[in-house]
């Protein structure tokens, strides 16, 4: 990577810098390790950079997303080339409020937990676009693109991993209401 103009990194820290808790969120997700999400999120903050003078400065989120994505398998391919990663959850951001408490505290932190658990459980082809939908606010579109995969197999593997994913957390438990009727 050559030197980079003073008005690069300037224009690099306005636009992509707000985006690299999201970058590194991403990568723990994918890597399951805190050093690991550490390191992909560098080697793809130094990639976005390499990169940011051919970047159409739209959509810089989804643009970001996608880096961290490819750094991730070509350093799961140096790195554990035997292993499928999976991604682990991170902790959602605790809801604002005022002085809430410490008992509501605990229920979160529990379903935090829970929430996590399953989502640790769901295969890889349904948790990445579940993570990149509700953690990340993408749209099916921004999603597809960062996939590489039409927009009707981002919706059907959404769908399909909020069912799991309540599976999940029910333990089974859950049946539809016509299921129970009878």
Same mark, same amino acid.
């Given at each position: ?79 554990? /080339? *035997?292993? =499928?990663? %999976?991604?682990? $959850? ?6 604002? #409020?005022?002085?809430?408490? !410490? ?25 990445? /676009? *579940?993570? =990149?939908? %509700?953690?990340? $606010? ?6 597809? #693109?960062?996939?590489?995969? !039409? ?32």
């Amino acid at each position: 990577m050559g030197p980079t103009s003073p008005d690069t990194a300037r224009r690099f820290s306005q636009v992509v810098l707000p985006h690299l808790d999201a970058a590194y969120n991403y990568a723990r997700w994918l890597t399951r390790n805190d050093q690991d999400a550490q390191d992909v999120a560098h080697e793809a903050m130094l990639r976005a950079l390499q990169f940011f003078d051919s970047f159409n400065r739209e959509q810089v989120r989804p643009w970001l997303l996608a880096i961290v994505r490819n750094t991730f398998y070509t350093w799961l391919k140096k790195n554990r /080339p *035997l292993e =499928l990663a %999976e991604p682990l $959850g991170e902790d959602s951001p605790a809801p604002s #409020g005022v002085n809430p408490d !410490p008992s509501e505290i605990a229920i979160r932190n529990a379903d935090r937990r829970i929430l996590a658990q399953a989502l640790e459980r769901l295969p890889h082809g349904y948790r990445e /676009p *579940l993570i =990149l939908r %509700e953690f990340e $606010g993408l749209s099916y579109q921004e999603i597809a #693109g960062i996939l590489e995969v !039409p927009i009707g197999t981002v919706m059907s593997r959404l769908a399909r991993a909020r069912k799991r994913l309540a599976q999940v957390v029910t333990g089974g438990q859950r049946k539809d209401a016509w299921q129970r009727k009878g």
